[in-house]
């Protein structure tokens, strides 16, 4: 592989690759967007053994795969000036569309620090692409041991009392609403194998005690499936708060060893729970028939986590973007 392009230039593979900002699905009015981000590149937030691409690289590569919009990443993986990340999406023709900002929710003490970093992130967003990207929250997952021991086969014995779901509740909310009032962008909500918003039934407490005008979802089919969800059924449930989509597979016999064995959650992932798309057991012809009949016109992210050693995330992001060109997308 050649060097990578700087941050602010473009490949010269990169220039040549004809680019349109939406596609439309099938014969259909709505328009979805489709993106990646550094996540499949192996660039997470927990602190995990393995080399990964430098930015200036994941970035030329998003676009060489046929992508059209990134995520943030970990903060400080890509430029936090924004003239300069700015100059590096622009040169790639990618838009920018939100951050992840894991919070403790659970911990009345982190909210504080969880409002500065989520306005830390959302300054940045606004100043590089307006009022259009979200804050992308989530709990502080892999960090409470009980949690990221049993992720994917959670029971009610893992989860939040009543009080912990309104501390929680009211964290959420909080954030959403200072992010909105000080830096106009909204805000969705992530649910994670290994954190507190898991399953169903624990997404389900969380948008009960939310308002649905300050807090939207971010659904990601990986997670959902893997905690014991469908997906296609979620997207239903939630479509007047499905602000922001997630696809991500997950692999039924790496997921069925995760159970029978006791794997916690970074085995699981180390193990490839979270396959290439349609390797997996979500149906993502099933996901795309119902953003289109319920007019969503968002995004679409693809996120697989290639970890170091599990093969090349270009490849992958390749051959992701094809299966959903395969699916009309």
């Given amino acids: 592989m050649s060097p990578a392009a700087p941050l602010g230039s473009i490949s010269p593979d990169s220039a040549r690759r004809p680019r349109s900002a939406?596609?439309?699905?099938?014969?259909?009015?709505?328009?979805?967007?489709v993106a990646n981000a550094p996540v499949s590149w192996g660039v997470i937030e927990f602190d995990l053994e393995g080399q990964t691409a430098g930015p200036a690289q994941v970035l030329d590569e998003i676009q060489e795969t046929g992508y059209n919009g990134t995520e943030l990443g970990d903060w400080g993986f890509l430029p936090t000036d924004p003239e300069e990340l700015g100059q590096a999406l622009q040169a790639r023709e990618l838009e920018l569309l939100g951050a992840f900002v894991p919070v403790a929710l659970a911990e009345p003490e982190a909210r504080?620090?969880?409002?500065?970093?989520?306005?830390?992130?959302?300054?940045l967003l606004a100043a590089v692409s307006g009022e259009d990207p979200f804050?992308?929250?989530?709990?502080?997952?892999?960090?409470?041991?009980?949690?990221?021991?049993?992720?994917?086969?959670?029971?009610?014995?893992?989860?939040?009392?009543e009080h912990e779901w309104d501390v929680?509740?009211?964290?959420?909310?909080?954030?959403?609403?200072?992010?909105?009032?000080?830096?106009g962008l909204r805000t969705v909500f992530h649910h994670h194998c290994a954190g507190y918003v898991e399953t169903p039934s624990e997404l389900e407490a969380?948008?009960?005690?939310?308002?649905?005008?300050?807090?939207?979802?971010?659904?990601?089919?990986g997670h959902y499936a893997f905690g014991g969800g469908d997906p296609v059924e979620a997207a239903e449930r939630y479509a007047d708060r499905l602000w922001h989509v997630h696809?991500?597979?997950?692999?039924?016999?790496?997921a069925a060893s995760s159970r029978s064995e006791g794997w916690d959650y970074f085995r699981s992932v180390r193990e490839g729970i979270f396959a290439e798309?349609?390797?997996?057991?979500?149906?993502?012809?099933?996901?795309?028939?119902?953003?289109k009949h319920t007019g969503y016109d968002g995004w679409i992210v693809v996120e697989q986590d290639v970890l170091p050693g599990l093969g090349s995330p270009k490849e992958s992001a390749a051959?992701?973007?094809?299966h959903l060109r395969e699916l009309g997308l």
């Fill in 206 to 221: 969380l948008m009960a005690r939310t308002d649905p005008s300050l807090l939207g979802l971010c659904l990601d089919t």
């Fill in 247 to 254: 696809f991500k597979d997950c692999h039924p016999d790496v």
């Fill in 319 to 322: 051959r992701n973007r094809a």
């Fill in 135 to 161: 804050i992308i929250l989530s709990d502080d997952n892999g960090t409470v041991a009980l949690r990221t021991e049993n992720a994917g086969r959670i029971g009610p014995e893992h989860g939040l009392s």
């Fill in 22 to 33: 939406r596609i439309k699905l099938n014969d259909q009015s709505t328009l979805i967007k």
């Fill in 168 to 183: 929680f509740a009211s964290g959420a909310v909080e954030i959403a609403a200072v992010v909105n009032e000080e830096a």
């Fill in 277 to 291: 798309l349609g390797r997996g057991d979500v149906d993502f012809a099933g996901m795309l028939s119902n953003l």
């Fill in 112 to 123: 504080a620090g969880g409002i500065s970093r989520a306005l830390r992130a959302a300054r």
